[in-house]
C-alpha cells in the first residue's frame, strides 16, 4: 500500500517539477554572466506559479515521510 502511495507521490512530483517555469536564462547565462544571479532577489509567485511551488513542497515533504515509513516498517 505505502509503496502505490510512493509511486503515485514520485509521478505527480516529476509532473510538478516538469510544469514550473524556469526562473534563471538557462546555462547560457552560466556561462556569459548575463542577467546576474541574485540569490536574495524578492520575487514573488503568484497564481498557478504560487499553487505548483506549494504543491510541489508539499509532494516532496510526502515523499520523504513515506520513504522514512517504508523503511521503519
Excluded at 509532473?15 to 556569459?32: E, P, R, V
Excluded at 541574485?38 to 509567485?45: Q, R, S, T
Excluded at 516532496?60 to 522514512?68: A, H, N, Q, R, S
Amino acid at each position: 500500500m505505502l509503496n502505490a502511495l510512493l509511486m503515485i507521490d514520485s509521478a505527480l512530483l516529476i509532473i510538478l517539477t516538469l510544469l514550473q517555469g524556469g526562473k534563471s536564462d538557462g546555462i547560457s547565462g552560466a556561462f556569459t554572466g548575463n542577467g546576474g544571479l541574485n540569490l536574495f532577489a524578492n520575487v514573488k509567485e503568484r497564481g498557478s506559479e504560487k499553487v505548483i511551488s506549494n504543491l510541489t513542497l508539499v509532494l516532496g515533504i510526502l515523499f520523504f515521510v513515506l520513504v522514512i515509513l517504508i523503511r521503519v516498517l
